[in-house]
């Protein structure tokens, strides 16, 4: 059975370009989550769907960040204009029933973000 | 106070040794407990659940202390592949997040 799904793997770009990244999450689960990990600050929860809505995404840092999920099986986060500073480790996961009950988060291979 | 906190390590042991790891967090009200275990440039995978009565699997073992306000892990035996950082999570009740700390670095030394 195939994990959570992302792509691309690596990007890299320069200052001001679009970046999208996108996330296939595990067939069934009901919980998507985009994280994003750096040396200085750990993995941080960007956002969170429950069943395609966004649920919270206090943790999205400004307004050059987006993220959608249009249906069960896809999700995008898409960084407009991007920044040096966004370079980081961006992860999807997804989990059964979500938050609430606390379940297992399974994490794809996450997409390696450099911007010049 | 950050909501979870770790020792961010390094933790250099031999083999063999027995090591432990302890995360405290500060809202009262966290509710589900987890320990994930990452290895260099791989994704976040679930180690184990941290019940109330603590729990045991194989080498590993994960206890909570509500009072305290800490969860830990204990690695006894340790592998050359135990080395990762390892990740305490936390889910605090009502509110729909979980907040992961920062990791803790575990080198197993031949």
């Known amino acids: 059975d195939a994990g959570v799904i992302q792509s691309p793997r690596h990007e890299v770009t320069e200052m001001g370009q679009e970046v999208t990244l996108r996330c296939k999450p595990i067939s069934g689960h009901n919980s998507l989550f985009w994280y994003r990990q750096t040396m200085m600050r750990g993995l941080e929860l960007l956002i969170y769907f429950n069943n395609n809505v966004p649920i919270d995404d206090s943790g999205m840092p400004e307004d050059r960040f987006s993220a959608k999920m249009p249906n069960a099986s896809f999700s995008t986060l898409k960084i407009q204009p991007s920044e040096p500073r966004d370079s980081a480790v961006y992860f999807c996961?997804?989990?059964?029933?979500?938050?609430?009950?606390?379940?297992?988060?399974?994490f794809g291979p996450g997409t390696r973000l450099l911007v010049l | 106070r950050k909501e979870v906190e770790q020792d961010p390590g390094p933790f250099n042991v031999p083999e063999g040794a027995t090591v432990a790891f302890n995360c405290t967090y500060s809202?009262?009200?966290?509710?589900?407990f987890f320990w994930y275990r990452q290895d260099c440039r791989k994704e976040p995978k679930l180690l184990m659940s941290v019940y109330s009565s603590g729990n045991e699997d194989g080498r590993f073992t994960a206890q909570l202390n509500r009072a305290s306000q800490y969860i830990s892990l204990l690695i006894r035996d340790s592998k050359l592949s135990d080395s990762a950082t390892y990740l305490c999570?936390?889910?605090?009740?009502?509110?729909?997040?979980?907040?992961f700390g920062t990791g803790t670095k575990l080198q197993v030394i031949p």
């Open positions: 996961a997804s989990s059964f029933w979500g938050v609430p009950a606390g379940e297992t988060q399974y």
């Open positions: 999570v936390v889910n605090i009740r009502g509110y729909q997040k979980v907040t």
């Open positions: 809202n009262s009200a966290s509710q589900s």
